[in-house]
């Protein structure tokens, strides 16, 4: 503003806007000096023509300018003011426009002066609202759809049809909102959405077509074939139509009372002749009828009688018998003649529903079936032929060989129609009164050389009688004796029969703590090359406890006896395996199983028996793991049934003798010898010497006094001394002081216990121990791999009250989390296991967790001993095993792999272990399967069992 004058005073206002609203400021402007000088008044509006969308508030500014200051008014042109019109500031508000307020507005600014007026044109715009007609529209297949789209709204309107989960087909035409498609197919059956706008908004409407095909019936099957007093069942499927109603009829009559309709299906129960006929589905709808058809036959099964007058016919040895099978039915069945049991012999001849046997032979006896077919179904009918013969008996063995106490079995095999009588007798004299004969078995008990000679078995019927002969004889028993000086064993055949179960006996006397007694296993050749197989089997002595052990090529099972055997005694041993379990049961007691590990469950062995020992040791170093042959005496070795008989044992042994008697003089360094029943001699050695023999000095070699009760005698390689290795917690010299423990109790600061190596984890580890926790926190189980950038291992840990399964394969820890806390102070049993890097965790009966190791890493490699409760050093545990605190708590049993550990025998070294005691032998929560334990003693419980389990 130039040259400002007096008049120019007054309020200023900036007004600033965009599509987004709008926003002003206001500046007051007051010009001083001269008076003030009477001036007309002069109005002024920032917006001559405002646009409002229909609803919302429209504000009309005007201001006025003159001396005395103007007064403002409103007005509308042609029209009175909105009623719900206010004044603000001389603006005029009108809120919540409608279309009826656009116009033109009058501002009158007035003074003494005189009048000013100004206008504003307002115009009212409204969104589009849109609808369609019709809303859903159904036309046939070839028909014209039509849809209309009517929109209000301030115009220009704008139309736009789209499909609802598609696109629109070329066919469709559109104008303004029409949308019309010809030739309709099933494919434009859809929605179809039209969007209608203006400048203000828009608004859309959806329409539904249904595109129908003519009307289509089908009923499945269109024939069946049924027998009387089955069921049939006639579905009915109608497509094209709408609302379709659908009714079944039956030609020439009314559907049968044994029929129902549900869902469009026919069906008829318990099927007479007169349902036979055509069943016809009609279909209804709004696009006019349809119908189909299924037809219905009923048929009878074959009636079939064969032409005898029993159900068993009887003929002599090489006289003709012939069965005619008469059959009945509709449609006529055909005949079928058969044996039950294997083919019709070829001599047999039939001839449409006749079978006919020229010359019967006993091999005719036996069922013959006839079997008479038609389309509805099969019937049978057989009939029993008996050929009676002389009795014939199976070949017996020419030679009988028993060793004198042991058991002559002898069965003989008779046929013969009738079934032959069999009696045995002796030659030229009576059988021993001793002899009992089972069915067709004779049995000579405990045999000595008068039970020899030749025995006849007699089987007769009515037709006569036939003999056979076997001759029994009778050897004195010989007892092989391994001496190992320096090696001794003997070989037999293969076992037989043995790749999926084996039982061996053996009666045996040692005179040494270690020695191999019985060895197998599989040779490979490889050209000229000969490697071993993984699968074998294995018995020996390992410092004076049994160890049976086999594999059956994808994991060795061991077994051993936990109480070490007596030397110079005889003790029977029995090894039963079935495919992947075995058992041992030494002198009648109970027997001790163990399971070999892996998918594989047959044996394979070709190499001969070994007994007493073995050529090489160190080709049997992995599997038997017994570096020395047996030492003493073999009496008895039964094998899948049959008893060894030893003889000539310069033919198939090395260094084998007769074992000794007090004839032999067998005691050394001064022993006496006393004859023994329980070990043939029985040597009374001097002060100073020991052995079964006496042939050890007491101060350097093991004897039956070198070690206390719980401890194992071992020899010096050197062969000068011994040394008595403790049980779990006994210590001293003979390992006399402390006491046994065989359930550990840790302490949670020095305790731990280390055991060899794990061995056949690579691929899967499962971990299943009893644990009874006194701490919130600590070390459970722990084994680990060489130390390296990242080291395998895996964890068993107590964290705040959970038990928690952790391992590293490689390429990332996998960290598993019981969900509930375990209660301190009662036992517990956790299953950790890992399969590749699949990992899972079970505590008690809870709910399994289940967790993968991350990476490409699937195997475990494992280095380190295997710990119980704790380590001996911090420095063993890596970093990211996130241990701190040592197990304070008892440890019950303890598998690996299914293999139980024997705790107190087989560890290598131990800290700080006492023996844990509990209150109640009830505690440990023995009985499995919900049994309710029930104390009986200090150590004594009784399992009550629930329904369906027992044991």
Request: aromatic share 6%.
């Amino acid at each position: 503003i130039l040259v400002a004058r007096p008049e120019d005073s007054g309020t200023y206002v900036c007004v600033a806007r965009n599509t987004e609203g709008t926003t002003e400021t206001k500046v007051e402007v007051v010009v001083e000096g001269g008076s003030q000088v009477p001036s007309a008044p002069r109005a002024l509006v920032p917006e001559p023509l405002m646009v409002v969308v229909e609803g919302r508030t429209a504000t009309l500014r005007c201001d006025a300018y003159g001396f005395p200051s103007p007064v403002i008014t409103w007005s509308k042109l042609r029209s009175d003011l909105p009623w719900r019109h206010k004044m603000v500031n001389n603006s005029l508000v009108l809120p919540a426009v409608g279309r009826q307020d656009s116009g033109e507005y009058i501002c009158s600014a007035k003074n003494n002066m005189g009048t000013n007026e100004v206008t504003i044109m307002l115009e009212v715009e409204t969104a589009p609202y849109a609808t369609s007609v019709p809303d859903d529209v159904a036309v046939r297949v070839g028909e014209v759809i039509r849809l209309q789209c009517l929109a209000h709204g301030t115009p220009p309107l704008t139309y736009t049809w789209t499909k609802l989960d598609g696109v629109l087909p070329r066919r469709a035409q559109t104008s303004e909102g029409d949308l019309q498609i010809n030739l309709a197919t099933a494919e434009d059956a859809g929605s179809y959405k039209c969007v209608a706008s203006n400048r203000v908004g828009s608004s859309e409407v959806v329409a539904k077509v249904t595109v129908r095909s003519p009307l289509a019936v089908r009923v499945s099957p269109q024939v069946e074939v049924k027998a009387q007093g089955s069921a049939v069942e006639f579905t009915c499927s109608a497509a094209g139509g709408v609302d379709t109603k659908i009714e079944w009829l039956k030609e020439g009559g009314a559907l049968p009372p044994n029929h129902y309709i549900k869902d469009g299906v026919l069906r008829i129960e318990n099927l007479e002749q007169s349902n036979g006929g055509v069943y016809i589905c009609r279909a209804s709808s709004v696009f006019g009828q349809a119908q189909d058809s299924g037809r219905l036959t009923i048929q009878a099964l074959p009636k079939v009688m064969i032409n005898v007058r029993t159900s068993m016919q009887t003929v002599m040895v090489g006289n003709s018998v012939e069965f005619e099978c008469h059959a009945v039915g509709d449609p006529e069945p055909t005949v079928r003649w058969s044996k039950v049991g294997g083919p019709l012999p070829s001599h047999i001849m039939v001839k449409g529903s006749m079978l006919r046997i020229d010359q019967a032979t006993e091999a005719d006896a036996g069922h013959y079936r006839c079997t008479a077919t038609n389309d509805v179904g099969s019937v049978q009918s057989q009939v029993l032929l008996n050929v009676q013969s002389l009795p014939q008996i199976s070949a017996l063995p020419e030679t009988k060989e028993v060793t004198v106490g042991s058991d002559a079995v002898m069965p003989c095999l008779a046929s013969g129609y009738p079934v032959p009588d069999i009696k045995w007798t002796k030659l030229e004299e009576e059988l021993p009164p001793k002899c009992f004969q089972e069915a067709n078995v004779l049995t000579v008990p405990q045999v000595t050389h008068k039970d020899s000679g030749t025995y006849i078995c007699t089987a007769s019927n009515e037709h006569g009688n036939v003999a056979a002969f076997t001759k029994l004889e009778v050897h004195e028993r010989v007892m092989p004796y391994f001496a190992q000086e320096p090696l001794s064993y003997l070989t037999l055949p293969t076992i037989k029969n043995a790749y999926k179960a084996f039982n061996i006996k053996i009666n045996f006397r040692p005179d040494n703590v270690d020695g191999l007694i019985l060895y197998a296993g599989m040779i490979l050749y490889n050209g000229q090359r000969r490697t071993t197989g993984a699968d074998f089997i294995s018995l020996g002595l390992v410092s004076g406890r049994l160890e049976f052990r086999f594999d059956v090529g994808s994991g060795m099972a061991t077994i051993r006896d936990p109480n070490p055997i007596k030397l110079g005694e005889f003790h029977t041993v029995e090894l039963h395996r079935n495919l992947t379990q075995g058992f041992i049961t030494v002198d009648g007691g109970e027997p001790i199983s163990g399971k070999s590990q892996g998918k594989f469950q047959g044996l394979d062995l070709n190499e001969e028996l070994h007994v007493g020992g073995y050529p090489n040791y160190t080709s049997i170093a992995k599997t038997a793991g017994i570096k020395t042959g047996f030492v003493g005496c073999i009496r008895q070795l039964v094998i899948q049934g049959e008893e060894v008989i030893f003889k000539e044992l310069d033919r198939s042994s090395t260094g084998v003798t007769n074992c000794p008697t007090c004839k032999d003089y067998p005691c050394q360094n001064g022993g006496r010898c006393e004859d023994s029943e329980a070990s043939l001699y029985k040597c009374t050695c001097p002060r100073g010497f020991t052995g079964s023999n006496c042939q050890h000095h007491s101060s350097l070699h093991c004897h039956s006094e070198a070690c206390g009760p719980d401890a194992t005698c071992i020899n010096r390689p050197s062969g000068l001394g011994y040394d008595c290795r403790c049980h779990l917690g006994k210590f001293g010299d003979k390992c006399m002081q402390g006491e046994l423990v065989t359930t550990p109790l840790f302490d949670g600061d020095e305790s731990y216990i280390a055991y060899p190596p794990l061995t056949n984890v690579h691929d899967d580890l499962r971990v299943e121990l009893e644990f009874k926790p006194l701490e919130r926190n600590g070390l459970i189980f722990f084994c680990g791999g060489k130390k390296t950038k990242v080291e395998d291992f895996v964890a068993v840990s107590m964290v705040e009250g959970h038990v928690e399964f952790r391992y590293e394969l490689g390429t990332g820890q996998a960290v598993l989390l019981s969900p509930q806390p375990v209660s301190l102070g009662q036992w517990h049993r956790v299953i950790a296991e890992r399969n590749k890097a699949a990992g899972h965790l079970r505590v008690d009966q809870g709910p399994v967790q289940r967790r993968m190791s991350p990476g490409k890493a699937q195997g475990l490699n494992i280095h380190t001993p295997m710990y119980l409760g704790g380590v001996p050093s911090m420095d063993i545990l890596p970093k990211p095993a996130n241990i701190t605190q040592m197990f304070d708590g008892c440890i019950g049993e303890v598998s690996i792999n299914n293999k139980k550990v024997d705790l107190s025998y087989s560890f290598t070294e131990s800290k700080s272990i006492s023996r844990c005691v509990d209150n109640n032998p009830c505690d440990r929560r023995p009985c499995l399967n919900s049994g309710e334990c029930m104390s009986s003693g200090e150590y004594e419980y009784q399992c009550l069992c629930k329904d369906g389990f027992e044991g």
